[in-house]
């Protein structure tokens, strides 16, 4: 399943059933593409996190080396 920017424009209380639901879809063995601009919400979610900058890949990032700064850091390099 893809989810483009599941979350904007809702309130907290849907976001928390969202999160619920694709961490309960990854629980069942279901592949989950998360596409989002809050940083915070990607390294909620993500076992990896592609960084694109310009169109490019920069980095794929494990869940324990996905930080704000390596995040950021990559996607500026571009």
């Known amino acids: ?3 483009d ?3 904007r ?3 907290v209380g849907a976001k928390t059933a969202i999160y619920t639901l694709i961490e ?3 629980s069942d063995g279901v ?3 998360v596409i989002s601009s809050e940083l915070s919400e990607v390294l909620g979610l993500a076992r990896r ?3 694109l900058s ?6 794929l990032l494990e869940r324990d080396e996905a930080t ?3 995040v950021m850091a990559l996607a500026v390099s571009g």
């Open 24 to 26: 309960e879809l990854t």
């Open 68 to 70: 704000e700064e390596h």
């Open 5 to 7: 920017e599941p979350t």
């Open 1 to 3: 399943m893809i989810f």
């Open 31 to 33: 592949g989950v593409i």
């Open 54 to 59: 310009h169109g490019r890949q920069t980095g």
């Open 9 to 11: 424009g809702i309130d």
């Open 49 to 51: 996190v592609l960084v």
